[in-house]
């Protein structure tokens, strides 16, 4: 065990007593620690490793719903969706960003595979949508191209 | 402390329809300031949504959410009149929590 895993459990601890005890949270159904090594990881294929997904299949069942053209990088809106069944994670990778994982979502058993946000893209770009459902990996592509960057000044 | 949440909820046929806007910098640690001095990152990590005592959404954000994140998402269940809360915390060890009643 490293020093970063120890600060990390430590505070995540640290955090769970502090929101089971001001009755926020329950035990037991606190947060996740929040996955360090996928949202530092650069490049697509780290942060794929990092997420455990290995080399997900491409599915027409997935869906990324987003502009063809964004004019603002700084605010792209981006949804997945997916018609596989029992769906239990979903996450936006965007290939060219800095760091390609933009957001991942845990869906316990009820909520609909179909989540929308808005994410910042620094050039024009593949996103992904990568889905876990029964068990499996499953990805779908959409470019969306950019024409004003949204992580320069 | 933060800026509230802005929760929309409304049930339809069954689901339930969750809007939230949450008031965030969502600051991602690369860009520079006039100086040239690098502003540091400053972002939601976590988010988790609850209808009553069930977890009906976990999220990790990383810095490529846009500033001031939206989230929208659809769960089964769910009645008018009752709760749905959101939590937040970022990098900072800043949280907050709101509700909204569900319409």
Known sequence: MNRRNVLKTGSGAALMGVLAAAGIIRPGL???????????????????????AGS??????????????????AVVPVGVSSTLPNVTMVAILIEKNPNALAASFVLPEGTEANVQTRVKMGQTSNVYALV?????????????????????? | MANPMKIRAANKDGVTEVKVLISHEMETGQRKD???AIIPAWFITELSAKHGDKV??????GTAVSKNPYLAFKFKGG?????VAVSWKDNKGDSRTDEATIA
């Open chain 1, 30 to 52: 606190a947060l996740a620690d929040w996955n360090k090594a996928a949202f530092d990881a650069k490049s697509m294929a780290d942060t794929l490793k990092a997420l455990g």
């Open chain 1, 56 to 73: 997900p299949a491409d599915s027409k069942d997935v869906q990324v719903t987003g502009p063809d053209i964004a004019e603002n990088g």
């Open chain 1, 132 to 153: 876990k459902a029964d068990g499996k990996f499953y990805m779908a592509t959409k470019e969306i191209k950019v024409t004003l960057g949204g992580c320069g000044g």
């Open chain 2, 34 to 36: 006039a100086n040239g």
């Open chain 2, 56 to 61: 009906v959404l976990q999220g990790e954000f």
């Open chain 2, 79 to 83: 009645a008018k009149g009752e709760k």
